[in-house]
């Protein structure tokens, strides 16, 4: 007795836009016996990592701000996920970015310029630009896999930041930690109130989500980047190269994850430090495939995964779970959403080699 997989000849429709749910729904089901198996009260335990982290306005305002970077992120990643050119490397270009931003709010002559935080946004785009054009330039011109190099370039970026707190732009008056000095207030975005962390920069991510429409859903470029990654071979039947895709996918990716990281540098933190992504870069690639890499499909993506990081926060103080629960639920969720698509467009059938050899005599 053995299997084999078969592909659907027409995937459900219905259940393409179900999956994310049943992953969801699965993760938490998961979820409860990992709690349980801890000794908690399952229940109990979810109550405090999904629903308690929103009963305040503090929880609210955390929420949407973890949410606009993975929101941001995921939006640049989804233009080239859709025409099949994987950018892995989004958390080194949303390091770049924030490097690139912090060094021009640190570094500018005039640190009470109104030009600081335009021209802070204008580095952080560059600089996450110019980290995704080295795989765009290497896939392009030699073939190179994508995957492979912009993952490798995520902890070249991560080193040169260690390199930059550790070294030359540690702060001479901050006690021998590994961080920068503040940046000053001109280039800082002033919150909406000061009891909350949340900020401006959330109208850069909702900008965002709309020009990732506008350009998948309503440009004759989105649709060719769409063509050329559901059928490569009529996309270059109809004089779209592969290497445009490349750039256009690997440099939305790259301006939107230095943009994020540009916003995590200015807002919340105020400085460069070794730990200033919790994983942002990553976890948008999750949050891109749980959207559908559809632009409004990401906005609800980012809010779940967004939960995810405020909840492992919350009963790591609350019942001192370890704050690598937040990893296991994104990959749990993960896992059951790469399931979910695995079962929609592939079948399992069992083979009987009896009966498959009575039907190949009665053929003959």
Not at 7 to 18: D, G, K, L, V
Not at 152 to 181: E, K
Not at 286 to 315: D, P, Q, W, Y
């Amino acid at each position: 007795m053995r299997f084999r997989i078969e592909q659907r000849p027409e995937p459900s429709a219905p259940m393409r836009i179900a999956a994310p749910l049943v992953a969801a729904v699965l993760t938490l089901a998961v979820g409860s016996i990992f709690f349980a198996s801890l000794g908690h009260d399952p229940l109990l335990t979810l109550y405090a990592f999904f629903v308690e982290p929103l009963n305040s306005m503090n929880g609210l305002s955390e929420w949407l701000l973890k949410a606009s970077p993975l929101i941001l992120i995921a939006c640049g990643l989804a233009v080239g996920f859709r025409a099949n050119v994987w950018n892995i490397g989004a958390e080194g270009q949303f390091t770049m970015g924030a490097v690139a931003a912090s060094g021009v709010g640190l570094f500018w002559p005039n640190p009470e310029s109104a030009l600081l935080l335009p021209l802070m946004f204008v580095a952080g785009m560059g600089a996450g630009m110019a980290w995704a054009a080295i795989p765009a330039f290497l896939r392009a011109r030699m073939n190179t896999n994508e995957i492979l190099v912009t993952l490798m370039m995520t902890y070249i970026a991560t080193l040169f930041l260690s390199y930059l707190v550790h070294g030359p732009w540690r702060d001479p008056a901050g006690f021998n930690y590994p961080q920068t000095a503040l940046l000053p207030a001109a280039a800082m975005f002033g919150s909406f109130d000061p009891a909350y962390r949340l900020n401006p920069s959330i109208f850069v991510t909702i900008v965002a989500v709309f020009l990732m429409w506008l350009f998948t859903d309503r440009s004759f470029l989105g649709y060719k980047m769409s063509v050329s990654g559901a059928a490569p071979l009529a996309a270059r039947y109809a004089g779209f190269r592969e290497s445009s895709a490349v750039w256009i996918g690997l440099l939305a990716g790259g301006a939107a994850a230095g943009v994020a990281g540009m916003a995590e540098a200015a807002g919340p933190l105020g400085q460069l430090s070794p730990q200033i992504s919790p994983g942002y870069g990553f976890a948008a690639i999750i949050v891109a495939f749980i959207g559908r890499l559809n632009a409004f499909g990401i906005v609800l993506g980012g809010l779940l995964m967004s939960l995810l990081f405020l909840g492992g926060e919350g009963v790591q103080m609350t019942l001192g779970l370890p704050s690598a629960l937040t990893r296991i639920f994104q990959g749990i969720l993960l896992f059951f959403l790469l399931a979910a698509d695995f079962f929609i467009f592939y079948r399992v059938r069992l083979v009987r080699p009896a009966r498959d050899a009575h039907a190949l005599d009665m053929a003959r």
